[in-house]
């Protein structure tokens, strides 16, 4: 086992034991649920996001990338190989991971930035698509220099752009892992023809257009995750729900090397309500990416986390 997957394995084992990053979970302040936009909003329990909460024992190198027109903030910490990029969903800036990152960061690289018109981040100039973001994306991996397949973690609307980055950049991505990723095709006739993104308006039927694409993740390792229903979205349809999980099934099997996991107990905010679930199923990727070995089927190892297999 090389070093990186070694050190991972550490902190999984942690994780089983619940130590893990109490530096990285401040006070508890209120949010809201967002998978089902305009139903009555539900507050559950999250951490503030705080730049003060992202890390103690590393400073993160916190660079600004030029994008022609705009530039974006991208923070880094920690050090090894493969990088994992983390990609916030709508409107979150880079502190949306802010808990796995606190597991990981001393182990291995991790780094998470702001889209445009997001936290630390410039204004993009106009209308955005997902294909655009997922361009935004490759730049700034390209202006921070970071060099290398990377492992991609996306929540939400930064899942679904991911889902496509993979697609239009098969050679710099070594894993997936989709968090409670947005339901592309059926967004417009539920929610509407656009989402607001910080101060970006995204074009939803023209990424429904983009969408097409998404064809194959060949062999990558990739993990969806799936929330339970609970909390704050306990109130979702059965319709709504059957079409979600049919959604991110589709997703799963756009790998020949993925498993599926639903997080029972979690609604859409999964990276908070289950932080230690999250952390595992990345800890997977990075250990199969280390190895070169596939993912493990799924199993009841995501039990005592909260999850089960799909």
């Known amino acids: 086992m090389s070093r990186p997957a070694a050190a991972i394995t550490v902190v999984l084992l942690l ?13 508890p302040a209120s949010t809201t649920s967002t998978v089902a936009p305009g139903s009555t909003p539900v507050t559950t329990e999250s951490p503030p996001i705080t730049t003060e909460s992202i890390s103690t024992s590393i400073t993160p190198v ?30 979150s800036d880079r502190f949306a991971f802010i808990r796995q ?40 991996l390209d202006g ?29 991505v070594a894993g997936i892992v989709l968090v409670d990723a947005m339901a592309v095709s059926d967004y417009v006739d539920r929610f509407g023809p656009t989402v607001a993104d910080g101060t970006t308006t995204v ?6 257009e983009e969408w097409v694409e998404v064809t194959s993740f060949g062999s990558t390792p990739t993990v969806v995750l799936t929330q339970g229903f609970a909390g704050p979205d306990a109130g979702a349809p059965q319709e709504f729900r059957e079409m979600f999980r049919g959604e991110h099934d589709r997703m799963a099997a756009l790998s020949s090397n993925a498993i599926h996991v639903v997080a029972d107990d979690s ?22 990416v280390s190895d070169g070995s596939p993912l493990e089927p799924c199993d009841e190892r995501f039990d005592a986390l909260g999850g089960s297999c799909r």
Do not use: K, W
């Not at 600004?64 to 409107?91: H, K, S, W």
């Not at 074009?203 to 429904?208: H, L, M, R």
């Open 101 to 140: 990152i606190g597991d990981l960061r001393d182990e291995i690289r991790v780094c998470a930035y702001d889209r445009g018109g997001i936290g630390g981040s410039d204004n993009r100039p106009d209308i955005a698509t997902l294909g655009d973001l997922a361009d935004e994306l490759a730049g700034v």
């Open 62 to 91: 916190v660079q600004r990338v030029d994008l022609g027109g705009y530039e974006v903030e991208i923070a880094c910490e920690g050090q090894g190989d493969p990088t994992v990029v983390f990609v916030a969903g709508a409107g």
């Open 203 to 208: 074009d939803v039927v023209a990424s429904v």
């Open 144 to 172: 921070a220099e970071i060099e290398g397949p990377v492992i991609v973690v996306g929540h939400s609307l930064g899942g679904a752009m991911i889902a496509l980055f993979a697609t239009r950049y098969p050679d710099r």
């Open 267 to 288: 609604g859409h905010m999964i990276q908070e309500m289950a932080p230690a679930l999250v952390t595992a199923v990345i800890v997977e990727v990075v250990e199969a």
């Open 15 to 27: 994780i089983a034991c619940g130590g893990v990053s109490d530096d990285a979970s401040p006070s």
